[in-house]
């Protein structure tokens, strides 16, 4: 069953007098479940695309269905129900919230949701910093952590929610490489264990070793979709 369906997918920019097409007609459809890496060449659309599945920039024109529901037809009150209970966000550059420690980094997007009490609240952030194994730095605040473990908390808040799907815009970039693979298998391992769909962008070529599907895009267009396993 598909999570994320995309039908002709335009974004413009517009630039000064001129206009940048950023994505040019972009088709892509994704099963739930799947673990999906997006490639291609600086200024390719990567960003782009993330940000139109995640529902933080409009597409110009084209149809985007996200867990059966029509994005262009939803309000704006809507849209920000389905990026909170829906969708994790893990940025290349953590965006964490620096005068917060770690718990109450993972905390926040349940604060938002207005459907927990504190008590729950807790032993949810407490049960995600666990199995992201961060437990250790629970207090420490995002200046006192290595990239990889700030990496750590951006995954537990975007997972905290339990989303359906997790979005990451170059998870790894920051980090070295044996760290950026630690980072892989743990989301590999959250995507089997609990069937939470992934779709991140990396200039990583390990990351073939983990993906289900990647999928290469180049000028705003999808121009391969290579099965891995
Ligand atoms: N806000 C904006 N205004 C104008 N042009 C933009 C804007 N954001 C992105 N672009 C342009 O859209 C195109 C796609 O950019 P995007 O950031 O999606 O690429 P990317 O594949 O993520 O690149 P990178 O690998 O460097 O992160 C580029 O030509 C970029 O210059
Ligand atoms: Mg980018």
Redesign the pocket.
């Known amino acids: 069953m598909s999570i994320v369906l995309l039908k002709d997918v335009r974004?413009d920019?517009?630039?000064g007098k001129t206009t940048?097409h950023?994505l040019q007609g972009v088709e892509l459809d994704i099963s739930t479940g799947s673990f999906i890496s997006i490639v291609?060449?600086?200024?390719?659309?990567?960003?782009?695309?993330l940000?139109i599945i995640g529902c933080v920039d409009q597409a110009t024109t084209g149809s985007i269905t996200i867990d059966d529901q029509d994005v262009s037809r939803m309000t704006d009150n809507q849209l920000t129900d389905l990026r909170l209970f829906k969708i994790g966000f893990i940025f290349q550059s953590f965006n964490l919230i620096p005068v917060l420690n770690v718990l109450e980094n993972v905390e926040f997007p349940l604060l938002l949701m207005k459907k927990y009490t504190s008590k729950e609240i807790r032993k949810k952030a407490e049960e995600m910093i666990e199995h992201v194994r961060i437990t250790e730095q629970i207090s420490q605040r995002p200046s006192e952590l290595s990239g990889g473990q700030r990496q750590r908390v951006a995954i537990a808040r975007a997972l905290v929610t339990s989303p359906r799907i997790v979005l990451a815009?170059?998870p790894t970039a920051n980090l070295d490489s044996e760290t950026g693979a630690q980072i892989l298998s743990l989301m590999k391992r959250i995507n089997e264990q609990n069937n939470v769909t992934f779709i991140f962008?990396t200039?990583d070529p390990d990351v073939l070793k983990y993906a289900n599907d990647v999928i290469k895009?180049r000028d705003?267009k999808v121009i391969e979709r290579i099965k891995c396993q």
């Open positions: 974004k920019y517009p630039l940048v950023a291609g060449p600086s200024g390719s659309g990567k960003t782009t695309l940000n815009d170059e962008s200039h895009i705003g």
